[in-house]
Antibody, heavy 121, light 108 residues
Framework: QVQLQESGPGLVNPSETLSLTCTVS??????????WSWIRQSPGKGLEWIGY???????NYNPSLKSRVTISVDTSKSQFSLKLSSVTAADTAVYYC?????????????WGQGTLVTVSS | SYVLTQPPSVSVAPGKTALITCGGN??????VHWYQQKAGQAPVLVIY???DRPSGIPERFSGSNSGNTATLTISRVEAGDEADYYC???????????FGGGTKLTVL
């Protein structure tokens, strides 16, 4: 059974960089059948797709966040990571990592439990 | 970018049928996926490729997609179905994931 687990600081200072890691078990981030995404949910709000990475390192990001987002992958550790720079209170959210399958019709079949990141001094 | 529109809330009595819609321009030409999110939990995929159910999802959950509207149908609604439901597509033109705003299902 595939499992994803987010980890990282729960509190980040404004203007600094948010860094999270997703560890994948029961499956491999090196598989060419899947993409690996980050998705967030602000308190009381809906889901927002942040971006994805493929095992080869190719990425794509939500245009609204593109200037501040970097997603990377470490296949040796079966992990992928999110960095979001210059954070503000608006970036306070539960951050989920998820596996996507389906090529041009991608959907998210496995999710992490989510981790709450609060931006505050 | 592609926009998906959902009603903020739907209410239904136990045992009845809930219909949750997801609107988008020519959404019938896309593949729509649905997620259930219960309070304090991560989303769970309940329908993919418009109408397929993952293993473990009850047959009471079904989906359809045509024209400008996709629909998630929950038959014989139970109290345990109370949750937020999100539709999602992959916008292949921009290679991005897109979610609807979510619909809160209340079981009366």
């Amino acid at each position: 059974q595939v499992q994803l687990q987010e980890s990282g600081p729960g509190l980040v200072n404004p203007s600094e960089t948010l860094s999270l890691t997703c560890t994948v078990s029961g499956g491999s981030v090196s598989s060419g059948s899947y993409h690996w995404s980050w998705i967030r949910q602000s308190p009381g709000k809906g889901l927002e797709w942040i971006g994805y990475i493929f095992y080869s390192g190719s990425t794509n990001y939500n245009p609204s966040l593109k200037s501040r987002v970097t997603i990377s992958v470490d296949t040796s550790k079966s992990q992928f990571s999110l960095k979001l720079s210059s954070v503000t209170a608006a970036d306070t959210a539960v951050y989920y990592c998820a596996r996507a399958r389906g090529g041009f019709y991608r959907h998210f079949d496995y999710w992490g439990q989510g981790t709450l990141v609060t931006v505050s001094s | 970018s592609y926009v998906l529109t959902q009603p903020p809330s739907v209410s239904v009595a136990p045992g009845k049928t809930a219909l949750i819609t997801c609107g988008g321009n020519n959404i019938g030409t896309k593949s729509v996926h649905w997620y259930q999110q219960k309070a304090g939990q991560a989303p769970v995929l309940v329908i993919y490729y418009d109408s397929d159910r993952p293993s473990g999802i009850p047959e009471r959950f079904s989906g359809s997609n045509s024209g400008n509207t996709a629909t998630l149908t929950i038959s014989r609604v139970e109290a345990g179905d109370e949750a937020d439901y999100y539709c999602q597509v992959w916008d292949s033109s921009s290679d991005q994931g897109v979610f609807g705003g979510g619909t809160k299902l209340t079981v009366l």
